[in-house]
């Protein structure tokens, strides 16, 4: 059974950072993708950035190029989002989600999650 607790989530000014963390559970977790998916109010869920899709490096979503990185830590069974010059637009709750082999960086495609973490960027 994969569990996943996210961590770091807060309230920060525009233009600021914050890392997320998401400590992972479970069984063979080096075989799994790793990802960040996020939800803002009355919006759908989106992937962020998402690891070892179809053993491709990181997919990263446009609307975070170049602002978010994703990494893991497989010796801690740790996954890390790095989020930098955040807009109110990034407000949303963030979660941790794993599964074996993803084909795309959606939400269909994940079958385990965590509960989220609530980020807030606002002045």
């Known amino acids: 059974q994969i569990q996943l607790v996210e961590s770091g989530g807060g309230l920060v000014q525009p233009g600021g950072s914050l890392r997320l963390s998401c400590a992972a559970s479970?069984?063979?977790?080096?075989?799994?993708?790793m990802a960040w998916f996020r939800q803002a109010p009355g919006k759908e869920r989106e992937g962020v950035s998402c690891t070892r899709i179809r053993d491709d490096g990181p997919v990263v979503a446009d609307f975070v190029k170049g602002r978010f990185i994703i990494s893991r830590d497989n010796s801690k069974n740790m996954v890390y989002l790095q989020m930098n010059s955040l807009t109110p637009e990034d407000t949303a709750v963030y979660y941790c989600?794993?599964?074996?082999?993803?084909?795309?960086?959606?939400?269909?495609?994940?079958?385990?999650w965590g509960q989220g973490t609530q980020v807030t960027v606002s002045s």
């Open positions: 989600a794993a599964d074996l082999a993803p084909t795309s960086c959606t939400v269909p495609e994940y079958a385990h």
């Open positions: 479970g069984p063979d977790l080096y075989y799994y993708s």
